[in-house]
């Protein structure tokens, strides 16, 4: 149930990291001017999209597993 409550707001956060690390990552002259910012941000960005789905398939299936119990105790 608890995760149920949590996960959405984990997963908007996530969203929002993904997006501002995107955002940095369009500047053209970023690798020109700081290339290990760049790898750096390259490395977050491939971790932060791996915990977001990671969190979405969690959220999903205990969603599930919550309807179920519902349903069930009908």
């Known amino acids: 149930q608890?995760?149920?409550?949590?996960?959405?707001?984990?997963?908007?956060?996530?969203?929002?990291?993904?997006?501002?690390i995107r955002a940095a990552l369009a500047d053209a002259g970023l690798y020109a001017r700081d290339a290990?910012?760049?790898?750096?941000?390259?490395?977050?960005?491939?971790?932060?999209e791996a915990k977001k789905e990671t969190d979405e398939n969690r959220w999903l299936?205990?969603?599930?597993k919550a309807e179920e119990l519902v349903g069930g105790s009908k």
């Open 2 to 20: 608890r995760l149920l409550a949590v996960l959405p707001e984990e997963i908007a956060q996530t969203t929002k990291r993904i997006d501002e």
């Open 36 to 48: 290990e910012k760049f790898l750096a941000l390259s490395k977050e960005l491939e971790e932060a």
């Open 61 to 64: 299936e205990i969603s599930l």
